[in-house]
Every structure is written in structure tokens, then in C-alpha cells.
């Protein structure tokens, strides 16, 4: 098969390898064994939320068949899945009261992934939060914090000695900003301040959690995800260069400066700060074992009427999503330099295409083509000094793709979901091929 201009001995021989998803994109048994009620349910049987009126309750129903998914996962040749904890599985109404059941489920996740030599890699929040916390002000309120933080340490004693990492939050902007500004995530509001506020209280929520778990002595490496992609304007003139540096500002300062600069950035859209409290920034700042980046696509800014597309150059995703590989490379040497930075993981990168499944084969060339390139990308972000030490495609499989249902598929593995029949894609074959020569060449 062709590789390319990639070979996978460019990466070191511990360089780790693996697939990503989150819970409520596939575990669906929504309202089996005492899992409490999630934003998420709560918006996507809110019609008009989800194209389609699609929603979680089965999804691919990995609750159930969670093991064959495992062997799925081990036959890619990987080394490590990194899976999310649902919130409400394990304690249903935010505080209180602890699911057994829910929690037994994440037991034999963890375990049967040991058994098999399969590194977990564990999320505590990708957006599920519990409604019961929603209902009294959710991230908005800052007493959610330390509900965030309470959860966190509880896992954390749980499962902190077998898990390869634990990481917060995945994604905040996508929390606070398409959850409370542009209303597209769940809980569906629409509101500069709130979504500030919330913002501020998921940066907190994660330091506190961090100083919760170490104090308990969780001994796997504790970490944050944050969605990360350089901004480029699409001319020389001033008012693009600034909007560019606006959002910038927006979507990668406003989390990465709190956490390792200790304040909010100056250049910005926002047109307001979130009310911080003393000491919030040194909670905030707590040192990273690791910091997860999800990179999907660059930005790109006009400010003309009608604004100028983004050229791109190698296409275009499903999701309509610029296919920028080199915008990974640029985004991880920018943040070197701004940041002092903990060991990077890629903890998402992946591509929807509009798969056909025909013949038991979906001939998703596209896909391999943004993979073999993306970690060309990376391959050049360490020739460049950048310690990355792993990469996670996004997804594992088809699944909820959030506020676009089951319409975007980003898996190497086809889900079909009226018989949940799941079939390998030819990506998932030249991840495989490229992970297991990987694999040959270091030994
Ligand atoms: C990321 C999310 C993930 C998935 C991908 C496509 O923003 O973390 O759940 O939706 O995008």
C-alpha cells in the first residue's frame, strides 16, 4: 500500500498509536442500569435540536457490545482507545449518590483493555453533563466546579491506577461556546456572558480537579483537551490580519493563556471578561502531565463583502471542514513558542467523508489520503522540536456526530445502524498496515 511521503519509521519506537470516541457518541442503553438523564438527552429530544430528530438512545450501542468493539479496536493493531466517562452513568444526578452498575461498566472497559494490552486513555467530561446540575445552573454556576471536581477525585481513585491518562475536559470552547453562544450544542443557549462564565468555571473546574485527583494520590497522568487549529486571514490587508488575531484569541488563547499564562488574552472578540475570582488563575494554572490537541481544520478569516472562501488546496471534509494538514504542523510550533508545554498527545484528528458501504467495502480513499497526511504533519511538527508522543484518530467509528445526528461519519470503522453491523473501511486498513510496520520497524 502506498504511504506516501510518510513512513512509519519517522516516529519513535514508543510513539503510541490509537482510536478515539467519547460516550455519548456510542454507548446509547441511555436509560439502562440507573444512567441519570444528560444535556444531551435533554436537547436531542427537543425537536428541531438534531437533524433527523436523531439522538443518543442507541447510538452504536457499544454499552452492550462494548467487547467485540475492544477485539475491533485490538485488530486495528493499536496501542491504546481513548474512551469518556458518561457522568450521569456514574452518578446520575451530578452529586450524591454513586451507579454501581455504571461504574461496574467502566470496570470491565478498563480491565478487559489491560487483558488485551490496550492502553485506556480515560476522559472524565465530553459534554454529557448531568441535567440535574443543568437544572440548578449547570457550568454557569459555579458550585458546578466543585460538583466537576468531587466526580473527577472519585474516578480518579477508581480507575487512576489502571488507566495511561486522565484527561478533564475535552473540547471547552465547544462546551461554552457552541453549547451557550451559538446554541448549536446542548444546553442550547444563546448568550455572551453565560457562555464567558462558563468558560471561566470548565478552566477552573479542570485545575481543581487536577488538585483533587493528586491529592488522592491518582497516580496516571493528568491532563486537559483542548481543540487547537491556527487563524489565517485571507489577505494582507489590516482588518483581516486583525480578525485573524481576534480569533485566534477566541478559540485557542482564551483557554491555553489561562492555563499556562495565568490570564485571559487582550486581542479578542469577547467584549466582555467572566468574573474570576482571587486565585482563580492559580487553581486554573495547575501543571499538566500532558496536554491533549484536537486538530481538524485552520481558520479563516474575511472580513469583504461577500468574504473570501478558504482556497483549500486539498479539498474539503463532509462537515464541509477544509481538509489544511500543514495548518497541524503551523498550530503545534506556534503553541512551542507561546507556551511551556507538558508532552502533547493528538487526541482527535479525522475526517467525515460520505461513505458508501458497497460489497462489504467502503472505498473511503479520502480519509486514508487526510490520515497519511496529517501525520506527515505531525512527523514534522517533532522534526521541529514539538514532543508529540501519540495520536488518536477520530473516530473509532460512525457515530453521534452532536447536533448533526448519525448524517457525518468520521469512523474507520462503518457503523450500520439499523443492524449494527460494523465494517472495517479502507483507512481502518492503512492505519493498520502503517501502525503494525510501525511496529516491525521498531523492534
Ligand atoms: C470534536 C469532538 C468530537 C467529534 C469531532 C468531529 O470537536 O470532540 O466529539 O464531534 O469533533
Redesign the pocket.
Known sequence: MNQGTIKPAAFPPDFVWGVAT?AY?IEGAAKEDGRGLSIWDTFSHTPGKVLNGDTGDVACDHYHRWAEDLDIVAGLGVDAYRFSIAWPRVQPAGQGDWNEKGLDFYDRLVDRMLEMGLAPHATLY??DLPQALQDVGGWANRDTCQRFADYAEYMGRRLGDRVASIATH??PW?TAIKGNLLGEFAPGLRDEGVALQVAHHLLLSHGMALQAMRAAGVRAPLGIVL?QSPAHPASNAPEDVAAAARAYGDFVRWYADPIFLGRYPAITNYTRLPEAHENDFKNIGQPLDFLGI?Y?TRIWTSTAQPPVPAPGPHGYSD?DWETYPEGLTELLLGIQRDYDLPPIYIT?N?M?CADVLANGRVADADRTEYLRSHLAAVDAARRGGVDVRGYFY??LFDNF??ELGYDKR?GLVHVDYATQQRTLKDSAHWYRDFVLQHKETSK
Do not use: D, P, R, T
Open positions: 467519547s457518541q465530553h459534554w475535552n473540547e465547544c481543540n484536537n481538524y462537515m482527535e479525522g467525515a477520530w473516530s456526530e452532536w468520521f
